[in-house]
């Protein structure tokens, strides 16, 4: 029944339902954690009106066609006209890390957990910008954060096994 109800609103439901399906990201049910995080993060491009919800699609497009600074662009146009969605603010802040633009990737990435608290992705992107920048604690705290967003996030968890060592040592 949770798996169902979970699957549902990751298809069909608006962003009032952002933090039951945060929550089902720390099921103890495998099921149920692994349709939580696909259905959250459809979810999340469902915010906004019709064309912003395109432009915000163009964005993630441009962003996996590696095109980063024409999405980072977009996106500041976007982020202009509904400050609101947090997934404006991720995308651009995964267009200015892999522009190396780390400082600006940590604080759209922030941005985006201020509006949507449940935006793991966000948070990784955080700790990797912080890791590069030379920051291990920073990025242990980011990456730790993730983790308590979504457990099934393995190369996170691995980071924050690394990172914890190195910092005992």
Not at 55 to 80: M, P, S
Not at 81 to 102: C, M, N, T
């Amino acid at each position: 029944a949770r798996r169902g109800a979970v699957l549902a609103l990751g298809r069909l439901a608006g962003y009032l339902s952002n933090r039951v399906l945060g929550c089902a990201l720390v099921n103890n049910d495998r099921g149920v954690r692994t349709l939580a995080e696909s259905g959250i993060r459809k979810l999340w491009m469902r915010v906004g009106t019709p064309t912003q919800q395109r432009r915000l699609a163009a964005i993630v497009e441009q962003n996996d066609n590696k095109e980063f600074e024409q999405a980072a662009e977009v996106a500041g146009i976007l982020i202009q006209d509904a400050p609101w969605i947090a997934e404006v603010w991720f995308q651009r802040g995964k267009s200015y890390f892999h522009l190396g633009q780390y400082e600006s990737a940590v604080r759209d990435c922030h941005q985006a957990l201020e509006i949507n608290a449940y935006h793991f992705m966000a948070a990784s992107i955080m700790g990797q910008s912080y890791l590069l920048q030379n920051d291990p604690v920073a990025a242990l705290e980011a990456f730790r954060r993730a983790l308590r967003l979504n457990p099934s996030m393995e190369e996170v968890r691995a980071q924050v096994i690394h990172l914890q060592r190195t910092l005992k040592g």
